[in-house]
């Protein structure tokens, strides 16, 4: 059950509508922290990183926007 | 003799030259790798338009959560939601709680809830951890970010920020049933149950603040900006990440003593 100041309708909003050309994205799971990479023409591209360690926002390899491995 | 000492000034000679030929190396490989960083550098800032900041040390002792957009739990949300994940959270609480070289943790939240049961399970983690914890909420901490924000041993709430207190809901559905209405309502009391427990708000100011009317546009409750979540007894103090940080500090060094 969801409680959330979002109304349902924006929450579960056509999907179709919304993404059109969406690149898969996945999560990977790498040297214990999850990264979401977007896979596009065989190269993969980070999108974003969940760690509770800060450093690791800091390392250049976890960037938003670079390659992947 | 003579012959010996010409030997050694050869032998000078040829190490002096041997240097001079290192150095010059040195020199291109230098000015190469000057050309590498150089590149790398011009390909980040292409790449997203920000540089390189300075790296700390791997051995942070204070370990930072961020709990932003949706709250997701059973139900996988529709991709154009951001959402922060329940499988990804609990499993990163419980490796701080192992980590012995981990001495605290700090919950960034700016959130607009989610999940009535991954929001509670967050919250007890957290209030649980052996480990000191501070939140702060920045932007928003709405609905089940309310009982994130208060699970920590401190909260701060920007200046800025707001919380939003409402009754659980549900949008398009008729109860059909008056066991549904239990149902919910039972859902709800977990949420003000704990949220009276770990923070200083009475029930009652609580739940007034949940079924206020005419606070908000489109539903009954109540938005709480900054100061006035702690004038309520929501959270503690009205502060950003400084004071946050010097809070774990303290919270940190307290508890080494004992």
Redesign the interface.
Known sequence: ?????????S???N?SE??LS?PT?EWVEHR?K?VQIEKKNEQKKIVRL??????DY???EY????LFE | MKEHFLHILVKKSLRSEGLMDSFIKQEKAESELEETHASSLLE?LK??G?T???????D?N????TIIG?IEGHMQ?????KTTKYE?VIP?IV??EQNPNIKG?LIILNT??????A?LAISEMLASLSKPTVSIVLG?G???GVPIAVSCDYSFIAETATM?I?P?R???MVIGVPQSFEYLDK?QDR?VQFVTKHSGVSEEDFKELMFARGNLT?DIGTNVIGKEAVTVGLMNEVGGIGSAMKKLNQLIDEKEVH
């Open positions: 059950m969801l409680y959330t100041i979002i109304p349902y309708e929450i579960y909003a999907q919304l993404n969406n994205i214990g999850w969940i760690s509770t360690n800060p450093s800091l390392a250049n960037q938003p926007g670079s | 980040k790449l997203l920000q390189d900041v300075p790296t700390l040390t791997d942070t204070i370990h930072c959560l949706q949300l529709p991709p154009q939601n990804h990163q490796a701080i943790l607009v809830g989610g999940d009535v049961e929001g928003g709405h609905s089940i939003t409402h659980i549900l949008t398009g859902m949420v489109r």
